[in-house]
């Protein structure tokens, strides 16, 4: 199509310089984006399917639900005498009488999970951790398994994703003589081209504020955006336990690998220390602090669902009860609640609940539970129902750039002619790069390949051009 006929084009705006510019920048963030979105969409259907049918520690195990049960001091032992050499890190206690009791224990190098009938105490079945389909699922989503290099790599494409949102955004909007009813529902008798930009655009608009939601969701998880500059602002301070002696290990240190479980605003907070008088009154005086004792002080003190009990990790190491929506151990993120046990005295060294977070910690709490579709089935459905949006739209993206562009050229869409960079771009990348200092580099990576192409590679008038 010629640059003439294309500025007759309703739809094109051909010699809109802002919209040119716009759709061209939409076209670069998404060369990008889009492989990150199909892998993120592809590893959380499998994550949704690892935290519903399964768990996030792998198959659910049943029991028998009566009969006399073992104590789970001899619980764990079974687990640990069923890995070689192994030593206790977690107990998870499910909510439903005919489920068995999930260990991790150490060994081989490993974390590994042991299930374990409570009737006669025995090992039902071992994995090792990162085996589980939600852990492999999960270790890709965060890093594609090429640890902190991958984590920069999908902060970056969370940062022009949100790029990709506001441009499209832009495009969306009607113009021309188009009604806003004719783009929210797309017309899926055109054919060709035309019939996947119908359902790219109008698919595009009714996710872009839930894409939005689980891009910034998962930028809060990363490790320069997120670790070094929100999380750091929003960890829940320690000096709120008055006089606790603190180790100089965090709560970060009670995550297995690249598994996050520990809540967000948790995770930098230094741990308290066994070992001194201080603590509020917990377990009784004198009693003995083990795993029996303290899961027996969980129930009688609100842990009612789900919970877990982190086993002490060194001399000083606590015992930590813990239940949270993030780790699917409630459906309700409002009710997160961590406590801190002195392994010799049985006091409370701390008890941190959803009120005591901050604002960005509640926020995450909810809206990490939302993300993992951990709040019940109407969010596992969801999600899937995203997932599965954001593949199609992904993918419709890919069918348009095909059957637009020119042979043998990369395709991208063409500035007019002696364009000049419109201020509306230079807002959008200014804010961007700012807010999100990682992709923020990769704009600036982006403008200067721009600039220095030649004119009749950018502008119209040089090639022919199709909207």
């Not at 040119?20 to 590893?43: D, N």
């Not at 297995?256 to 066994?274: R, Y």
Request: charged share 15%; net charge neutral.
């Amino acid at each position: 199509m010629s640059s003439a006929t294309l500025a007759a084009a309703p739809d094109a705006l051909a010699g809109t310089r802002l919209y040119r510019a716009i759709w061209r920048w939409h076209f670069y963030a998404g060369l990008y984006v889009i492989p990150f979105l199909l892998m993120l969409a592809c590893t959380g259907l499998i994550m949704v399917y690892g935290n519903s049918i399964e768990t996030f520690l792998g198959a659910k195990h049943h029991v028998a639900p009566g009969g006399e049960r073992a104590s789970y001091v001899e619980q764990s032992q079974a687990a640990i005498a069923a890995i070689p050499g192994g030593s206790l890190k977690l107990m998870v206690v499910p909510k439903e009488p005919d489920r068995a009791t999930v260990f991790i224990v150490k060994g081989n190098d490993k974390d590994n999970v042991v299930a374990v009938d409570p009737h006669g105490a025995k090992a039902i079945d071992t994995i090792v951790k990162d085996d589980t389909w939600f852990y492999w699922a999960d270790h890709i989503h965060g890093t594609l398994l090429l640890g902190d290099v991958g984590d920069r790599l999908i902060e970056v494409a969370a940062g022009l994703g949100i790029v990709l949102i506001l441009t499209g955004l832009y495009m969306w909007w009607p113009r021309n003589g188009r009604s806003l009813n004719r783009i929210l529902i797309p017309d899926l008798r055109a054919k060709g081209r035309p019939f996947w930009k119908e359902l790219h655009v109008s698919l595009g608009f009714y996710i872009s504020v839930v894409l939005f939601f689980f891009l910034l969701s998962g930028l809060s998880w990363t490790g320069i955006w997120g670790t070094r500059i929100v999380q750091a602002w929003s960890t829940f301070p320690a000096a709120k336990w008055d006089n606790v002696p603190l180790s100089d290990k965090t709560h970060a240190s009670m995550n297995h690998g690249a598994m996050k479980e520990v809540p967000w605003t948790l995770e930098q907070t230094p741990m308290p220390m066994s070992g001194s008088e201080a603590g509020a009154t917990g377990l009784p005086a004198g009693s003995l602090v083990d795993l029996d004792t303290v899961a027996a002080f969980a129930r009688a003190n609100g842990f009612t669902e789900q919970f877990r009990i982190n086993a002490p990790q060194g001399d000083d190491g606590v015992y930590t009860i813990s239940a949270d929506s993030m780790d699917g151990d409630t459906h309700n993120p409002f009710g997160d609640r961590t406590v801190h046990i002195d392994r010799f005295t049985g006091k409370i060294l701390a008890d941190v609940r959803f009120a005591d977070y901050g604002l960005a910690g509640k926020a995450m709490a909810a809206g990490i539970a939302l993300h993992q579709a951990n709040l019940g089935w109407w969010n596992t459905a969801l999600n899937v129902l995203f997932c599965l949006s954001v593949i199609t739209m992904a993918l419709s993206g890919i069918v348009m750039w095909w059957k637009r562009r020119p042979a043998g050229r990369l395709g991208a869409p063409l500035y007019p002619r002696n364009h000049r960079l419109p201020i509306g771009i230079a807002i959008i990348a200014l804010a961007v790069s700012v807010i999100f200092p990682l992709t923020g580099i990769a704009i600036i990576a982006f403008a200067i390949i721009d600039f220095l192409l030649p004119r009749r590679f950018k502008e119209v008038g040089f090639q022919p051009a199709q909207a």
